[in-house]
């Protein structure tokens, strides 16, 4: 049973605030029938040295990706992990990390994958709660297995793969890379390009991406911005074209992906979850670099 929205005024302006829960509102409600909080972090090790009450964590590294396939999880893995860890399909499920939020929005966008109704974001996600000095428990909870029915995941709506980003080259889809502008540039002239991008041969962008960095859409304390500020930095875009987001590896590119969707209400959004570590490595893959790291385009 879904639990109700957080009616705190600074969401009122989302194009979707049941979105999105505040750390007073999740405090107070924190061991609700049908609520469930997921931790889900870059650092994995975080948890074990404090988190919200009765949250459980879900390692996005070992627990969310296919063990042999570089892809997800299937639906029975998928239904036997939410199983374990005691989250019903008519729960909802507040998911935060460390970050800003980078794997817990990626983390919340495999559950939409597998189209779990009702999924929601904490605003700053543990910086926030930390920050605020809310409490924390060494306790890893343990709840009774639930019967999550098998639900085959959906790549078709939310998710784009390296050969629809080709053919988007031929008619100007709006694609976005949403790292910082060093790595856009993939300049070879005064810096390190291995350090940039560890693992991918090649730097630079996908030709014709804009670099609309991350990290324009939050407060350093790692909250989201207001939706005018967010819409400001996305001016020269069209809401109602076909948008895909890319970065490194997905995680910030999921990050905008929610920023998107749920802020500005964008519903052709994409996330390139290759993104750079597919694409820098993918043979004749076209690439656009800056020679000189001055150069702003």
Not at 17 to 42: H, I, N, T, Y
Not at 250 to 262: I, Q, V
Request: net charge negative.
């Amino acid at each position: 049973m879904a639990v109700e929205y957080d009616p705190a005024p600074e969401f009122a302006e989302w194009a979707h605030p049941e979105r999105v829960v505040s750390a007073s509102w999740l405090s107070a409600r924190l061991g609700m029938d049908g609520l469930k909080v997921v931790e889900s972090d870059e650092d994995s090790l975080l948890y074990n040295i404090g988190h919200i009450p009765g949250a459980v964590r879900i390692d996005w590294t070992t627990e969310l990706n296919d063990p042999v396939t570089r892809d997800f999880l299937d639906g029975e893995a998928f239904a036997q992990l939410m199983s374990e860890k005691g989250i019903a399909r008519d729960d909802t499920v507040v998911i935060y990390g460390d970050k800003c939020n980078w794997w817990a929005a990626y983390t919340l966008w495999i559950f939409e994958l597998f189209g779990h109704p009702d999924v929601r974001l904490l605003d700053g996600g543990r910086d926030a709660w930390m920050g605020e000095e809310r409490d924390t428990s060494f306790e890893v909870p343990s709840y009774p297995a639930t019967d999550y029915p098998v639900v085959e995941r959906d790549d078709s709506s939310i998710r784009v793969f390296s050969d629809e980003v080709l053919a988007a080259l031929e008619n100007d889809t709006q694609i976005i890379d949403v790292r910082e502008k060093t790595e856009y540039q993939g300049a070879t002239e005064g810096m390190k390009t291995n350090a940039m991008t560890p693992g991918v041969l090649r730097t630079g962008h996908i030709p014709s991406a804009r670099n609309i960095p991350w990290d324009g859409s939050v407060h350093p304390n790692a909250r989201f911005r207001s939706p005018a500020e967010i819409r400001e930095r996305f001016a020269d875009l069209d809401a109602d074209e076909d948008t895909f987001v890319y970065c490194l590896v997905g995680d910030r590119s999921a990050h905008t992906w929610f920023t998107l969707r749920y802020i500005l209400g964008y519903d052709k959004v994409r996330n390139y979850d290759g993104s750079w570590a597919e694409w820098g490595n993918m043979v004749r893959a076209p690439i656009a670099r800056v020679d000189r790291p001055d150069d702003e385009s």
